[in-house]
């Protein structure tokens, strides 16, 4: 059941997500990244493109860097989604 408690949490725990360096470092380069190649390409690339960025930079981190994490690639999954739409909204 949703409560206002509930929402309470919820916000707090994603308002602390989003304050953290590293995650907003996520957004914004994988935001990037589809907005500019969805403009030299196609948006479906520019959105795999990132994707594997994505992924690609956590696989390191998990071999030779601070570990793999789940948040970060949360954080470029919002970024991509953030890029996409701001390319389509310069086509429309």
Same mark, same amino acid.
């Given at each position: 059941?949703?409560?206002?408690?509930?929402?309470?949490?919820?916000?707090?725990?994603?308002?602390?997500?989003?304050?953290? !360096?590293?995650?907003?470092?996520?957004?914004?380069?994988?935001? %990037?990244?589809?907005?500019? %190649?969805?403009?030299?390409?196609?948006?479906?690339?520019?959105?795999?493109?990132?994707?594997?960025?994505?992924?690609?930079? !956590?696989?390191?981190?998990?071999?030779?860097?601070?570990?793999?994490?789940?948040?970060?690639?949360?954080?470029?999954?919002?970024?991509?989604?953030?890029?996409?739409?701001?390319?389509?909204? %310069?086509?429309?």
């Amino acid at each position: 059941m949703l409560t206002a408690n509930s929402l309470r949490h919820c916000y707090a725990a994603v308002s602390h997500f989003l304050r953290q !360096e590293d995650k907003q470092q996520h957004l914004a380069i994988s935001g %990037l990244i589809v907005f500019f %190649l969805a403009v030299i390409w196609s948006i479906g690339i520019a959105i795999a493109v990132a994707g594997v960025v994505g992924v690609a930079k !956590e696989i390191w981190d998990h071999f030779y860097g601070s570990g793999f994490s789940v948040g970060d690639l949360i954080a470029d999954a919002v970024g991509i989604l953030g890029g996409g739409l701001a390319a389509c909204s %310069l086509v429309m």
